[in-house]
């Protein structure tokens, strides 16, 4: 059974950065697609990005693109979120979710694992 947990969220200033990884258990990741979702409160959750197959191929929505940098290791079985220039509005829960057929979506139904999150918090 695969299972995923996501760690480094904490509390960093405006303009600072963090590196979020989402570290598999029970199976390897290198041919499921791997999205990152975050949720504030009193919000919906959306999609960040999302990094597919060994392939490498990588998605990235409009608010974090250009800041934001997503990577897998597959002999770690490893994701990562490089997440630099950081604003108070990317204060979330972020979540990482596994495509277990191998393509990337913006839905949170295409992603059949989650983790149960990492509290990023951006504020001076």
């Known amino acids: 059974q695969l299972h995923v947990v996501e760690s480094g969220g904490g509390l960093v200033q405006p303009g600072g950065s963090l590196r979020l990884s989402c570290v598999a258990s029970?199976?390897?990741?290198?041919?499921?697609?791997i999205a990152w979702f975050r949720q504030a409160p009193g919000k919906e959750r959306e999609g960040v990005s999302c990094?597919?197959?060994?392939?490498?191929?990588?998605y990235y929505t409009d608010f974090v693109k250009g800041r934001f940098t997503v990577s897998r290791d597959n002999a770690k079985n490893t994701i990562y979120l490089q997440m630099n220039s950081l604003k108070p509005e990317d204060t979330a829960v972020y979540y990482c979710?596994?495509?277990?057929?191998?393509?990337?979506?913006?839905?949170?139904?295409?992603?059949?694992?989650w983790g149960q999150g990492t509290q990023v918090t951006v504020s001076s």
């Open positions: 979710g596994v495509a277990t057929f191998g393509i990337c979506e913006w839905y949170r139904g295409a992603y059949d694992v």
């Open positions: 029970g199976a390897t990741l290198d041919y499921y697609a």
């Open positions: 990094i597919g197959t060994s392939s490498g191929t990588t």
